[in-house]
């Protein structure tokens, strides 16, 4: 089983600051299967990111994903209030499918 | 509107059995894989199991194999879960997500809005 391991586990900051969460994968992980995504208190997660590098439909372009092999990294150029929220790395190049522990960005 | 709702949680004992639903519509549901995922109170998303567009196959995680079966009905665009031998550690919200297709390589990209399961006596 593929391991994602995410980092930091939380992220304190301030809107207007830039988030880098960072996705590291036990073994090779091909890009086109290293998908990212964002759940809010109490709600369903939502696609951000598939393709390692592509936004999903209606996805702010402030939101961008990078990376191969085993290390993936999601950015928030510009954190807005609606962006306080969990965010999963999932692979599904692999079978059993498995997300990341998730980084919680929170407000400062 | 692209659309998937779950039913069917509740409150089961230990060793029980619950079978959850969910309903598609808004697209063709049956060119669509669908997945289970789970997620425990307070804790993150962990997939349990999916089903090709047809039926004919299934991945399951170990956690679940031989005890929950993935199903589908393309002509009434429903997904099924049916849990048996459940668990205190099957406690969770339950989504159900299509596989997305094309270029997304696979990445559930509509989810439900999730049914509670909770075991305990």
């Known amino acids: 089983e593929i391991v994602l391991t995410q980092s930091p586990g939380t992220l304190s900051l301030s809107p207007g600051e830039r988030a880098t969460l960072s996705c590291r994968a036990s073994?090779?992980?091909?890009?086109?299967?290293l998908v990212w995504y964002q759940q809010k208190q109490g709600q369903a997660p939502r696609l951000l990111i598939y393709?390692?590098?592509n936004r999903a439909t209606g996805i702010p372009d402030r939101f961008s994903g990078s990376g191969s092999g085993t290390d993936f990294t999601l950015t928030i150029s510009r954190l807005e209030p609606e962006d306080f929220a969990v965010y999963y790395c999932?692979?599904?190049?692999?079978?059993?499918?498995?997300f990341g522990q998730g980084t919680k960005v929170e407000l400062k | 509107e692209v659309q998937l709702v779950e039913s069917g949680g509740g409150l089961v004992q230990p060793g029980g059995s619950l079978r959850l639903s969910c309903a598609a519509s808004?697209?063709?549901?049956?060119?669509?894989?669908m997945h289970w995922v789970r997620q425990a109170p307070g804790k993150g998303l962990v997939w349990v199991s999916l089903?090709?567009?047809?039926?004919?196959?299934?991945m399951y995680a170990d956690s679940v194999k031989g005890r929950f079966t993935i199903s589908r009905d393309n002509a009434k665009n429903t997904l099924s879960l049916q849990m048996n031998s459940l668990r205190a550690e099957d406690t969770a919200v339950y989504f159900c997500?299509?596989?997305?297709?094309?270029?997304?390589?696979?990445?559930?990209?509509?989810w439900g809005q999730g049914t509670m399961v909770t075991v305990s006596s």
């Open positions: 997500a299509r596989h997305g297709g094309g270029v997304s390589h696979g990445a559930l990209d509509i």
């Open positions: 808004g697209f063709g549901f049956s060119a669509f894989g």
């Open positions: 089903l090709n567009a047809d039926g004919s196959s299934a």
């Open positions: 073994q090779s992980v091909s890009s086109d299967y």
């Open positions: 393709g390692a590098s």
């Open positions: 999932q692979q599904n190049d692999y079978s059993p499918r498995t």
